[in-house]
């Protein structure tokens, strides 16, 4: 049933990669010689157009979110599935952001691997349970405290982000530095953070994916 369904896997750990290619032609799929670097990934994914390919999310030259930009900037059809261990929210992000096709951690049984492909193929994202847990949980409640921010305290928090000093700050924008420090000061009150002086910079570092689009 699965014998037309061709799928490229791509990591950079050799055993990882040969028991994943196994397991998927053991479910009867034709599985494309496998990629152990981005590089290698892109030109089979450009050269071949598989239906799904599964992506590591670090690899070598190419990472599997920079395989997955360069094909959509392409318009490739391929549909994308990242397998990984990586439960960070950045990583959850980036990929609604991609809207990638499929989000599954390693250490998943290669069932939800074959029922993450069955739901891609019908046009429908497919996750692991932490990935709609972390999203609910640690990115939406942070996004919702973003949208109380003024512009001018989303273009400090940018700046912040950027390691900027409030000096600097002051500088850049032609304001004064008691300006910049009220605004620093509003926005760790609408963030809910504590008033120390490290915990907008620690709240910056933990949510750059967020800061994208502010």
């Known amino acids: 049933m699965n014998h ?3 799928v490229l896997a791509a990591d950079d750990h050799p055993i990882l990669l040969k028991g994943l290619k196994d397991e998927l032609i053991n479910l009867g ?5 496998g990629a152990i670097n981005g590089a290698q990934a892109l030109e089979i994914i450009v050269s071949k157009k598989p239906q799904i390919a599964i992506l590591d999310i670090n690899m070598p030259f190419l990472t599997g979110f920079e395989v997955i930009q360069k094909c959509q900037s392409e318009s490739i059809k391929t549909k994308f599935i990242i397998l990984t261990y990586h439960k ?7 990929s609604k952001k991609m809207n990638i096709s499929g989000y599954l951690l390693k250490d998943e049984p290669i069932s ?11 046009g429908n994202f497919y996750a692991s349970t932490i990935f709609d847990e972390i999203f ?9 405290k973003i949208k109380y921010l003024s ?13 900027n000093t409030s000096k600097e700050i002051a500088e850049i924008l032609s304001i004064s530095v008691r ?8 926005i760790i009150t609408k963030l809910a953070l504590s008033s120390t002086s490290e915990s907008l910079f620690t709240w910056v570092n933990s949510n750059k994916e967020l800061l994208e689009n502010v």
């Open 179 to 186: 300006t910049v420090d009220k605004h620093r000061s509003n």
């Open 88 to 94: 960070e929210k950045g990583f959850v992000l980036k």
């Open 112 to 122: 939800e691997v074959h029922k993450c492909i069955q739901e891609v193929l019908k």
């Open 136 to 144: 609910k949980n640690e990115i939406s409640p942070e996004i919702e």
């Open 4 to 6: 037309n369904i061709s």
């Open 29 to 33: 799929y034709n599985v494309l010689d």
């Open 151 to 163: 512009p001018s305290e989303r273009t400090i928090l940018r700046l912040v982000a950027l390691e």
